[in-house]
């Protein structure tokens, strides 16, 4: 039972979700109390709120305190186009919705570069902006007095919808909403978003455009708290600055965190916990906020990883989860059709310099890397290497001098844009992707050659399911290359660090590079893994791919290199084949110590 | 002085120290070397108490210091000067040096003060540039100010890490007559390098790690003819 | 309007030196652990309050009021610290912090309502009502001591972090934990330390400014809120940039105030989304290279 769309869902998931959502829709037949159905109305579109804070919070890994902003935008535009302009809620509540997800784009422009309280700050600063709107543009919201009359939304024939149909409303988006997040985050999106939030830096070395992944977050973000604001609205008929106030932001984030972000379903079970409590502690009025921040505090100091993180850690140890099927690696993942490339010069630095504070880096560096070498860069500690690694991908830019890719001069480049270009490149600290599994950074790698973008994921296209297993094949192929197949559906943080660092090259080189920049690849890896990671260096270069690798392993870098530049203090000292580089009288002063003598004396 | 015993330590999931032995005598230099991400600064936080120590043990004469948090390790007579020297780089030379007798300050701020005047003899340039911020001194100058900060609690052991890193050859004699000088004080000190001739030079014994295991050692002298060692870390 | 003008400056300055004041404190915390107190503004209402209740009802002197206001606040954050901050600092999503200390606001708030209850209540200045007038415009003088107190404050911790050996020992925790920790210096009760500042600037926040503002239950969480923008604004790890950030945001929002009293409101988080858009670590803020 495969459809054109939602292809990626088999039929025990569908016979699941059609039990759960049978068992939701038929509730207010069971219980017809008019409060009860109220509470499940409420439940369902708070639901979908931090189903969309989830996302940000979850996946990106950033903090919303201003949801209840976006939540305000979605009530008030669509309340006041159904009472002032008199539209039917079908448009108004689309238009309520659009507006929200607007407002999120904005508000990812501020969040880009942000971090920490700077980047708190960004949405409670927003969510400030409109509870003051909401409490003082009187002429347009009517302030504290609010707007009445709201209507509820209309059937077909002109009627209203009923308490009980329109919750059917509100449960039958919800638990849509729910179909498409799963849908999204079991997919290349929820992919690449984790790996924006496990390493920025090396998600933008495979290609990845950090700013527009943050604004699509966002968006999508966005527009979940402006469906819920609509659905709000037009639940009550009545809304005013009462409800759009800094405690209500703060009690969407409890929700997801309670529930346990970044997990399908913490989303619901945190917001009918949290939601329900006022209900069941009405009694204790006095002692409510007692009990909430009570909660609060409990949560977080307590349970970390929220409900559901903590009931799946549990079950997770118990090793209850269904064991992926196995993948057959795709014949010819490593042929780089792209790599061959003609001329004299892959990259050069022209005249490279690099400061930091009063601190000169890279003096006046001159390098050319031949197409198709292993270019060899070593050097002591803070001689400049990994700087000029740094500036040749576009990480830094350089104080002067520049970057030329085959002969054309490359001005303020960002990493993503050199990986366009095919430059790519492994960390000396490594740079993985959190919690990702070993054969998701591959695919995370793949990230430019993917051609289904965020709609045919979000619906799940046959087309998109078919283009992932295909590169899941390539990457087992990746995997298998580097030796590390075996191990492709574990988390790649439980690997040991040799296999971290076979991994970082396998996710650059799905990228399907040009020219890889490998900095210190040997580093705290054992004496047997060197030997592979000789051979994996020179089967990579007879794949036609351009190499620059920085060791400080003698042996391996001598033993793989074409060419080697030796740097001491931010300048090149030498340059030339391996035996002339170990001849050379200042190179074996700088790199290899002063000699015994001089220390002796 | 101080002894190691199958230390080991882990950050998450990754092993940096796989069961370490290791001996540091009284008087006497010794030295770590191996290359970057062996372990060797690992071993050095592990004794300080700035790493998670997940087995083994580290005894300080004859005393088990293991997992001791290393503000109170400093005040056992262990003092450690970090890699990349890691100075206080917004507060003054002065400042540095008062810190680095912060476990004295409390009992007698005269001996400090005594200390400070020792130190600036010993590197007069810190004396010239005493209220002078940190961070404004040259590669050579913070260097000496990290050696002399780590003196000012007057350590029995002092646990160097990586000090010729980023220095000019000149300096990093400089740096290293100083450190045969310590020794002939009577400081004990166990040096983590790169520069495998310079650490084998200054040394009286020394360790070759690889990937968190020791694997060769002795007298520095023995090892600075091992044709392995020749090899891997002295690029003959 | 050049007399508007000129008095919208001195009451910006007053309120602005208060938010000085507090952001000073989300200084202390931010330098030694990269967190803060979100609920600075519900202590600065408990210092008011309680500072109150010394004053008015039990009659001490305000100086006694304000040093008992300290005292209780520095429990305070020592509490916190433990409660809030030693239990999320290390967890995966590294804002947790944001909402522990949401939480003990929530439940200090809901206290002071239960024991001072909700209304607002007069809090009489010590140096009388009567109006000052500097140039063409008027002050009370309760306004020109806060100026002088809050500013004075601020010095004076500058002065403690640069001068006392604890200062610099802080000040050293600050820059470079394990370096600090290899000094012999106790990390963690640097940590505490920083949170009792903190805790303690915003105590006397509360018994500077509420003889002009009235006490109660609900007068924190606004002027806290500001205060952590205006640190934004200056950037948070410079604390020069965090004086005139605070001293700027009060003169701000008197300015627009003159224009309109709904924008008064809202100008500061327009102006720190501006910002933050441009200069994503404030306006004085270190610029941060991250290493590779």
Redesign the interface.
Known sequence: MRLPVFAHTGPRDWIRFLAVAAVVLALPLVLHDPFFILVLQSLAYLFIVSLGLDILVGWTGQISLGHAGLYAIGAYTSALLATRAGWPFWISAPAGVALAGAAGALLAIPSLRAKGPYLAMVTLAFGFMMEVTSNRWQGLTNGPMGISGIPAPTLLDGEEMTPTQYFWLIAGVALLCQLLVNNLLGSRVGRTLLALRGSEIAAQTVGVNVYRWKVLAFVISSVYAGLGGVFFAHQNGFINSDTFVFALSVSFLTSVLMGGSGTLYGPLAGSVILNLIPTVFARLHEYHLYIYGGIILVTIIFLPDGIVGSLRKLTLMRRWRRMPARIEPEAGALAFPSAHAAGEAMIQARNLTRDFG?IRALNRVNITVRPGVVHGLIG????GKSTLVNVLTGLYPPSSGEVVMQGKAMGRMRPYQMAKLGVTRTF?SIRLFGELSVLDHVMVGYHLHLRAGFWPHLLQTASAVEEEQLFRRKAMALLQFVGIAERAHESA?????GQ?RLLEIARALALQPRLLLLD?P??????TEIQRLAKIIRDIRDAGVTQVVIE????LIMGISDVVSVLD?GEKIAEGTTVEV?RDPKV?????????E???? | MLEVRGLRVEY????ALRGIDLQARPREITAIIG????GKTSTLMAI???APVSGGEVLMEGRAITRT???????LGI??I?EGR??????SVE?NL???A??L?RQDRGRVHKLMEREMDRFPILRKRRRQLAG?LSGGEQQMLAIA?GLM?EPKLLLMD?P???L??LV??EI?RTIRSLRDEGVTILLVE?????A???ADHAYVL??GRVTLSGPAREL?QNPEVK?????A | MLVKLWQALLSGLSVGSVYALIAQGYYVTFITTGALNFGQGEFLMIGALFGLTCYVTLGAPYAIAVAASIALLSVMGAGLERVAIRTTLRHALSLSWVLSTVAVSIIVRNAAVQIWGPEQIKFPSPFGDRVLHIGPAGIFPQELFIIFGAIGTVVLVQFFLRRA?LG??L??VA??R??????????QRMVVLAFVLSSALAGLGGVLIAPITFAWAYMGTVPGIKAFAAAIIGGLENPIGILIGGLAVGVLEQIFGIINSNLKEGITFLFVLLILAVRPTGLMGRKEIEKV
């Open positions: 009063g002591p500690n803070g001689s000396q943080r439980n690997l040991p660090y971290q210190e040997a580093a705290g890896v054992n004496p400080h392993h003698m042996e203090f170990q074996i002063e700088a790199y290899l110590g002063t000699g015994l001089a220390a002796h004396a | 998450g999931h990754v092993q290359s970057n991400g062996a300080s108490g700035l948090p290393a503000h109170r390790v400093t005040a003092s450690q970090l890691q100075l206080f780089a917004d507060q400042d008062l810190l680095g912060y476990t300050l404004t900060r609690s990586e010729s890193m980023g000019a050859p990093v004699l290293a790169q520069m495998a001739t310079v084998l030079g200054l690889e990937n600075a090899r891997a870390y002295l690029g | 050996v610099k020992a000040t050293a820059y470079n394990n370096a600090a920790a290899v000094m012999g210096i106790n990390v």
